[in-house]
C-alpha cells in the first residue's frame, strides 16, 4: 500500500510547514486528492492516525478534497469528465483525451496553532 509514504509526505510537508511559521502544532490540514492520481482517499485517512503519531500533526483533523478528472479532447477540443479508465472523446470518438485536472495530490491548506 503506497499510501503510507504518501501519507507520512504529506505529514512532513504539514510538519516543516508549521514549523517554518513558528507553530508547534496542527490542528487541521486540507489535502487535495485528484480522482485520477491513482491515491485512494480511503487509504490515506487510514493511515493519517499511525503516521502523526509524535509530530506536530497529532490529533489534527485531517480533510481530503476530491478534484474529479477531467480532460481536454486534442482533435476536436471538448472537454469532459474523465475517470481513471476514460481515453475516448465523447464528443467525437477519437482516443485522444488529454488529462487537464484530477492528477492533484497535495496538501491544500492547513490550520496551525
Ligand atoms: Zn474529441
Same mark, same amino acid.
Given at each position: +500500500?503506497?499510501?503510507?509514504?504518501?501519507? &507520512?509526505?504529506?505529514?512532513e510537508?504539514?510538519e516543516? *510547514? @508549521? &514549523?517554518a511559521?513558528?507553530?508547534? &502544532?496542527v490542528?487541521?490540514?486540507?489535502?487535495?486528492?485528484? =480522482?485520477?492520481s /491513482?491515491?485512494?482517499? #480511503?487509504?490515506?485517512?487510514?493511515c !493519517?492516525?499511525? %503516521?502523526? *503519531?509524535?509530530t506536530f500533526?497529532? /490529533?489534527?483533523?485531517?480533510?481530503? =478534497? &476530491?478534484?474529479?478528472?477531467?480532460?481536454?479532447c486534442s #482533435?476536436c477540443g471538448?472537454?469532459?469528465?474523465?475517470?481513471p479508465?476514460t481515453?475516448?472523446?465523447? @464528443? %467525437?470518438?477519437? !482516443?485522444?483525451?488529454?488529462?487537464?485536472?484530477?492528477d492533484?495530490?497535495r496538501?491544500? #491548506? +492547513? #490550520?496551525?496553532?
Amino acid at each position: +500500500m503506497h499510501e503510507v509514504g504518501i501519507t &507520512r509526505s504529506i505529514v512532513e510537508i504539514a510538519e516543516e *510547514n @508549521a &514549523r517554518a511559521q513558528g507553530a508547534t &502544532r496542527v490542528v487541521s490540514v486540507t489535502v487535495e486528492i485528484g =480522482e485520477l492520481s /491513482g491515491v485512494v482517499p #480511503e487509504a490515506v485517512e487510514f493511515c !493519517f492516525e499511525s %503516521c502523526v *503519531n509524535g509530530t506536530f500533526l497529532e /490529533g489534527a483533523e485531517l480533510i481530503i =478534497e &476530491r478534484t474529479p478528472g477531467r480532460g481536454r479532447c486534442s #482533435e476536436c477540443g471538448d472537454e469532459s469528465a474523465m475517470g481513471p479508465y476514460t481515453f475516448e472523446c465523447p @464528443a %467525437c470518438g477519437q !482516443f485522444s483525451l488529454e488529462r487537464l485536472q484530477g492528477d492533484e495530490l497535495r496538501v491544500k #491548506e +492547513m #490550520e496551525i496553532d
